[in-house]
């Protein structure tokens, strides 16, 4: 069950004036060079791969599972369930009625839950029988955590000091203070 982002997000969660603003870069010699760090460090920490295993800015997953006890959803924060579509008895692809389920936001992470008194409908049997498309990350980049955004910056300013893959310098492969920033977001499984 590994997720497919189906809609990406619009914007990264940090700007290129943002990034030269901090990089303290006041000519744009190097937009095309900063930019692609911005997106390097977007894919290190954002999505189903990236660091954090959450969703920074709005964008759209699917998952597909077998079983109706398998409805956790991979990513955080979860802000809607777009659809569960299955396949029924007969192997034809249904919607299921949004009145049959909820979402439910834990500590722990999000899944699809089936409401008081409904019963999930009986699916053919195959490994991709329900599909569930999500909505997933903070919203807009200004409502990504400030302590995520720092880090990006910080990790995006490490990267522009150092281009190179070898240093003569014994460095480490993260600035602390990235780990740090990051850590409270990790998504830690139970």
């Known amino acids: 069950m590994y997720p497919v982002r189906t809609v990406a997000p619009t914007e990264t969660p940090v700007t290129l004036a ?3 603003a901090h990089l303290r870069v006041d000519h744009s010699d190097e937009d095309e060079l900063i930019s692609g ?3 390097a460090a977007t894919a290190h920490i954002d999505g189903y791969s990236g660091i954090l295993g959450r969703a920074l800015v709005t964008q759209s997953w699917k998952i597909e599972v077998d079983d109706w006890d398998d409805l956790d959803l991979p990513l955080s924060p979860v802000a809607s369930i777009t659809s569960v ?3 029924d008895g007969s192997n034809a692809q249904q919607t299921l009625a949004a009145t049959v389920y909820q979402l439910v ?3 722990g992470g999000s899944c699809a ?3 008081y008194g409904q019963t999930w409908p009986v699916t053919y049997t195959r490994a991709d029988a329900i599909e569930v498309i999500f909505v997933a990350g903070y919203g807009a980049a200004s409502a990504v955590p400030q ?3 720092l880090a990006m910056l910080l990790l ?3 990267w522009y000091a150092n281009r190179e893959a070898v240093s003569t310098d014994a460095g480490s492969p993260l600035p602390l203070a990235v ?3 990051l850590a409270p977001y990790r998504r830690v499984g139970v």
């Open 179 to 181: 780990e740090s920033l």
């Open 37 to 39: 760090l911005i997106d």
């Open 105 to 107: 936001n834990r500590a």
């Open 147 to 149: 302590a995520i955004k």
């Open 18 to 20: 943002e990034v030269k």
């Open 85 to 87: 579509k299955y396949y």
């Open 156 to 158: 995006i300013g490490h």
């Open 113 to 115: 839950e089936l409401k």
